[in-house]
């Protein structure tokens, strides 16, 4: 009975014209990114009228990018690096933050935990940008406008980090963690020799997540920073299209750049992802 | 002496869970505490980047009640909801719906749409600006095949329509996933006993199928709304909030009081307005779709 | 517990290691004295001052001057309030406008540069004693006026000729003949009328026309909005006419109009000359310059709008007579106003630019930016008002948008744009 009720809406005419419809689809929502790296490759005038992959294929608008950066105040190599370094910074310390915190929040009971995850659930409530202005106070008081600080402190710990790790962990059964105590495994030892290990897909969805949205923020730095040298490359990038907009090439050059980095990491952590995704929607 | 051994662990442990999250309310008091008392202070004072605030009591108050930008750019958002939650929720469904009914290529598909939701903001908008652009690829396709051309971001009345298919591009696949487990979850019985019944597709969608999803489309319907009232990226690159304002959203409006106006102090008040008005959608929201199935 | 401490220690040493990072850079600045000097973010004009503080630097004159691009992010404006905010702002700015020094001096930032140590000679020097009335600000000068670029209107040489046009559009008349004749060629417009969307496009479209019809009258003055006129109405009603026969597009985003043909000519100011020189060279040498055009050309010359920017001083500095020391060295010098127009082609604020000798040889041989400098004393600064983006935003919003898009007749428009600007102007005094 239930094999064939698998097999029976596969071989339907219309589950053939869905797949087809699907795979249609999926081009389509690939196209822009297709359209980026095409008109990255192809000279300015070109870009507009030439089909898609005919045309001239060039790296000059890489090489204008990397070449004529001093010479328009655009170190895009310089920011490259400036958004790696904020980002790894940022999404290290989140997951080392979350795992611990996570695990004390699942595992251990102490006095003020629920009014500590109450406060999380909270603070996950209201939203980031209430508090931008007066944070920007802050970060001004303390001296740090225009520092990798500025862009790194306010985010080195996340609640939301905390409350995915912590809910994933509450699944891992105890027995684990009382053999490795007998053992005598320390607190770091049973997070990343145990937690961890165990909870991979959750702690790739907190890193990934962490990671794409410092290096896709764009207000906050946009707020804080203003040297070029310390810029991370998503402000760099707009300041530079919106001066230079009409060089179509090396602005589509620079979002491959800019995009690259996400895609990469999402097609090689595709698996985890996935994994984590279908854990943190139940 | 292996019970007291035990007792000792606990009562560490304990103080470590109770250190670890000190650390975290720490951070969160210098982080998010602090911040959040310079809100309420900003809010009813005046304040201009160098000097010491000074109490103004209504003032930023009437301010912002006699801005008209930051009242249309709050209609925007009702504009921008207007597109963006049909359009979305269509294609997050027929995602989810298409995902559940492929033989091949399941993981390929998801990830396809996928991508667009790991993507970046600065890039992305770029791109479609250049797409949607009056020469743009899309424009001339349209001139080659159709023989007309749109005024995808030249026109006041298509600019946020335009800006909603960006942010459809990027979320479907993310809410799609969302629909699609709610849908897998749905017991087959159900359907048998729909098909039984003889009921046609379109009363099946809206009387069995939507009804059992509700969770996840009211996961859908927050998430859409607070994108709504927090976008940012899109506008600024694509429209900079034109022409004739009709893409200015909220946070806009609050950067650029701040930052352009110089008016801190009453940007501050606009996020709070933002950040009530947003909370009361979502509740009102809730409380109108929210309903708790029961599986029979 | 050794854990929780070594977490602790970790981040608090990132703490330390990323609050160190602006540490030494503004010890530095304090204990060799220098003088920090932003410029615009235009490559003619780092060009200038790069040789000009190299000269100072090595003529030990005075304070070294370390030379900076003003670091723009999105703009000028927000990158010096971002660094005033940090407490690392420069000593010297220029590319500041009009309204950006109301807000600054309202923020108390600036410096009074009247009663500085050799102001009077230097001004005399230049022949700017007119020039700094129009920069009074509540009896101080607060900017000091580097340059002034009214805006004029190129037009494609050839295509007039292909028209058969022999005299150069002056009039709205002139200009709604020679677009009926180009626009009925394929994809083809008379003329840009608007240069963009942002506020500050509104200089070069709503505020140009209007001094151009107004002969210079005011649009914004002591809290007022003033353009509720004859002048008003006249430009509302040509960019009305030119909308609705589709003599332009919505908008020309992707290539200068100019280069491709699109349009027979546009509003331009002097720094395009070195940007087309750059880019498009075949195209400048097709381009004719003429006033802003009007309902009737009057005698003598048309107004128009001097986009005009100006040097300043911040309070903060601890190096200010320093400072006017060098700018007094830098202004009063014949050779480098000459390497100034060389390196800009923008005509310099000063009253003596067209019977100066320094400047004859010049603008002889580059005629374009002759026509810009013989503009200058009929060109109009921006009105000095805090309320710059509101007031030039009100203008897109209610009025020259609804008028571009048919949806308010031009008296409507100009009534609601009025009466916005005053209701916001009033509230903020």
């Known amino acids: 009975m239930i094999d064939l009720k698998k097999i029976i809406p596969q071989k339907t005419v219309g589950s053939w014209i869905i797949t087809i419809l699907m795979y249609l689809l999926a081009i389509t929502w690939l196209y822009p990114y297709i359209w980026m790296v095409m008109a990255s490759l192809k000279p300015t005038p070109e870009i507009y009228h030439t089909d898609l992959f005919s045309g001239t294929l060039t790296m000059e608008n890489y090489q204008f990018l990397f070449d004529s950066a001093e010479k328009i105040n655009r170190p895009f190599l310089k920011s490259l690096f400036n958004s790696f370094f904020i980002t790894l910074t940022v999404t290290v310390s989140v997951v080392i933050t979350s795992a611990f915190i996570g695990y004390a929040m699942a595992k251990i009971d102490f006095r003020g935990r629920a009014q500590v995850n109450d406060f999380i659930l909270f603070q996950m409530v209201v939203p980031a940008m209430v508090l931008m202005i007066p944070l920007f106070v802050l970060i001004k008081q303390l001296g740090l406008i225009n520092t990798y600080s500025a862009m790194i402190l306010p985010v080195m710990m996340s609640g939301w980090g905390i409350f995915m790790m912590a809910q994933a962990f509450k699944g891992t059964p105890n027995d684990y963690i009382d053999a490795a105590k007998l053992d005598r495994a320390s607190l770091r030892q049973i997070v990343f020799n145990l937690m961890v290990p165990l909870n991979k897909a959750i702690v790739a969805i907190v890193a990934l997540f962490t990671f794409t949205g410092t290096w896709d923020n764009f207000m906050w730095p946009l707020i804080v920073m203003s040297d070029v040298e310390k810029m991370p490359l998503s402000v760099l990038l707009a300041t530079f299209s919106k001066q230079y907009g009409t060089d179509v090439g090396p602005v589509m050059a620079g979002s491959v750049l800019q995009a690259l980095p996400l895609v990469l990491l999402f097609i090689i952590f595709r698996k985890y992802f996935l994994q984590g995704m279908s854990l943190s929607l139940k | 002496m292996k019970i007291g051994n035990i007792n000792i662990v606990e009562i560490k442990e304990s103080q470590i869970g109770a250190a670890l999250a000190i650390s975290f309310l720490l951070f969160n008091v210098i982080f998010w505490a602090y911040p959040f008392l310079w809100l309420v202070i900003l809010s009813v004072t005046e304040w201009r980047f160098f000097d010491v605030p000074t109490f103004s009591g209504l003032k930023n108050f009437f301010a912002v009640l006699y801005d008209p930008e930051f009242w249309r750019s709050l209609w925007n958002v009702i504009r921008f909801l207007g597109y963006y939650v049909p359009i979305v929720l269509a294609c997050s469904l027929g995602f989810a719906f298409g995902l559940q009914h492929i033989g091949r290529g399941k993981v390929f598909i998801a990830l396809s749409f996928l991508v667009a939701h790991i993507s970046s903001g600065v890039a992305y908008s770029l791109v479609f600006e250049k797409i949607f652009s009056s020469t743009g690829p899309l424009n001339t396709f349209l001139a080659d095949w159709f023989g007309f051309t749109i005024p995808w971001l030249s026109s006041p009345n298509m600019a946020m329509l335009s800006i909603s298919l960006v942010v459809t591009w990027k979320f479907v696949g993310y809410y799609g996933l969302i629909l699609y487990s709610g849908l897998v979850a749905i017991p087959q019985e159900i359907y048998d006993a729909a098909k039984l019944d003889n009921t046609k597709l379109l009363t099946k969608l809206f009387k069995v199928t939507l009804p059992m999803i509700n969770a996840q489309l009211v996961m859908v319907l927050v998430f859409a709304i607070t994108v709504a009232f927090g976008i940012f990226t899109e506008p600024y690159m694509i429209t900079g909030g034109g022409p004739m304002e009709s893409t200015n959203m909220p946070l806009l409006v609050i950067y650029e009081t701040a930052f352009n106006r110089l008016q801190p102090s009453r940007a501050a008040l606009m996020a709070i307005i933002i950040a009530v008005v947003s909370y009361l959608v979502i509740k009102i929201m809730r409380k109108l779709l929210e309903k708790n199935v029961e599986l029979v | ?429």
């Open chain 3, 1 to 429: 517990m050794k854990t929780i401490i070594s977490i602790f220690l970790a981040g608090s040493l990132l703490l330390l290691g990323s609050c160190s990072e602006s540490g030494p850079t503004t010890e530095d600045a304090t204990t060799n004295k220098v003088i920090k000097l932003w410029v615009a973010p235009d490559e003619s004009q780092e060009a200038f001052w790069k040789i000009v503080v190299e000269r100072w630097n090595k003529s030990g004159l005075g304070t070294p001057v370390e030379l900076k691009t003003i670091p723009a992010v999105e703009s000028s404006e927000k990158a010096i309030l971002t660094a005033l905010v940090a407490d690392n702002a420069p000593d010297i700015s220029t590319n500041i406008f009009s309204g950006f020094s109301t807000q600054l001096a309202s923020l108390g930032q600036l410096q009074d540069l009247s009663v500085m140590d050799g102001y009077q000679e230097l001004v005399s020097v230049r022949h700017m004693e007119t020039i700094m009335q129009g920069w009074d600000q509540d009896g101080k000068k607060y900017v000091f006026p580097l340059y002034s670029n009214p805006t004029l209107i190129w037009w494609r040489r050839d295509i007039l000729q292909r028209l058969g046009i022999i005299k150069i559009p002056e009039t709205y008349d002139d200009v709604y003949a020679l677009s009926e004749q180009y626009a009925a060629s394929d994809n083809k417009y008379g003329m840009q009328i608007m240069t963009g969307k942002i506020w500050y496009d509104r200089w070069f479209d709503f505020i140009s026309f209007y001094y151009a019809a107004s002969n210079g009258a005011p649009y914004v003055k002591d809290g007022k909005a003033l353009y509720k006129n004859e002048a008003g109405l006249a430009v509302l009603t040509f960019m009305e006419t030119i909308y609705k026969n589709g003599w332009t597009a919505l908008d020309f985003e992707s290539d200068d109009p100019l280069t491709t043909g699109l349009v027979v000519g546009g509003v331009r100011g002097p720094w395009s000359i070195s940007f087309f020189e750059r880019m498009y060279p075949d195209t400048l040498k097709k381009i004719i310059v003429g006033p802003m055009i009007t309902k009737h050309k009057g005698d003598g010359k048309t107004f128009t709008l001097a986009d005009s920017k100006g040097l300043v001083i911040f309070k903060n500095s601890k190096v200010k007579e320093e400072a006017f020391a060098f700018i007094s060295w830098v202004f009063s010098n014949d050779e480098i106003s000459l390497l100034w127009l060389e390196k800009t082609s923008l005509p310099p604020a000063r009253g003596d630019l067209m019977d100066n000798v320094i400047f004859k040889n010049f603008y002889n041989t580059h005629p374009i930016a002759r026509q810009y400098a013989s503009y200058v004393n009929v060109a109009v600064p921006s009105a000095f008002t805090e309320n710059t983006i509101d007031v030039q935003k009100t203008m897109g919003f209610e009025m020259v948008d609804p008028v571009k898009f048919g949806t308010k007749s031009p008296e409507a428009a100009l009534a609601d744009a009025v009466r916005r600007t005053d209701k916001i102007l009033r509230a903020e005094h």
